[in-house]
T-cell receptor, first 113, second 116 residues
Framework: GDSVTQMEGPVTLSEEAFLTINCTYT??????LFWYVQYPGEGLQLLLK?????DKGSNKGFEATYRKETTSFHLEKGSVQVSDSAVYFC????????????FGAGTTVTVRA | GAGVSQSPSNKVTEKGKDVELRCDPI?????LYWYRQSLGQGLEFLIY????????KSGLPSDRFSAERTGGSVSTLTIQRTQQEDSAVYLC??????????????FGPGTRLTVL
């Protein structure tokens, strides 16, 4: 079945540091890929997405590129801020069940001033 | 406009009691989803509604779990005879339609259920 594996946290960084959260997936066909973010006390929000190979999703300084050859969708940000402290979830929607999101376990990121 | 709302935000119950969790989707969204986020685990899919019908109930963990949706709007997730392993955050999401797959799912803030 579909699955998403993302790097375990927690991750603690200083402000302006570079952030990478690794995400790999297993799916039949060609899924759409997503990063969701959950800020403290808030609900899940879509951060970015990519729907086909080599697409790059970007938002709020975050980027992730859909790599079919490595089945990966790593999240990156060049200079993090305290406000980026949150839990980040990688997710996919497969073509065979294109309504259902399959999520990774989540990575908690804490950015220190 | 208003987002997805869920109630209650927190629920503490005793083992063996029944609980009902409510979800109000975004107006006009025909698709509705329930997910569960257990401690230390990612979110797991429970059930999907398109209108009032549930084409996929495959994620419901046992027959103690049921859900319904009325009027193509509000949904209720019911857990009967709660067990401690049911403790989790229950998230509801809605989207304009279940398909195509690019339609964004908007999530509510969740209901934190604690079974003592």
């Amino acid at each position: 079945g579909d699955s998403v594996t993302q790097m375990e946290g927690p991750v603690t960084l200083s402000e302006e540091a570079f952030l990478t959260i690794n995400c790999t997936y297993t799916a039949t066909g060609y899924p759409s890929l997503f990063w969701y973010v959950q800020y403290p006390g808030e609900g899940l929000q879509l951060l970015l997405k990519a729907t086909k190979a080599d697409d790059k999703g970007s938002n709020k300084g975050f980027e992730a590129t859909y790599r079919k050859e490595t089945t990966s969708f790593h999240l990156e940000k060049g200079s993090v801020q305290v406000s980026d402290s949150a839990v980040y979830f990688c997710a996919l929607r497969d073509r065979s069940n294109d309504y259902k999101l399959s999520f990774g376990a989540g990575t908690t990121v804490t950015v220190r001033a | 406009g208003a987002g997805v709302s869920q109630s209650p935000s927190n629920k503490v119950t005793e083992k063996g009691k029944d609980v009902e969790l409510r979800c109000d989707p975004i107006s006009g969204h025909t698709a509705l989803y329930w997910y569960r986020q257990s401690l230390g685990q990612g979110l797991e899919f429970l059930i999907y509604f398109q209108g009032n019908s549930a084409p996929d109930k495959s994620g419901l963990p046992s027959d103690r779990f049921s859900a319904e949706r009325t009027g193509g709007s509000v949904s209720t997730l019911t857990i009967q005879r709660t067990q401690q392993e049911d403790s989790a955050v229950y998230l509801c999401a809605s989207s304009l339609d279940g398909r195509p797959r690019e339609n964004e799912q908007f999530f509510g803030p969740g209901t934190r259920l604690t079974v003592l």
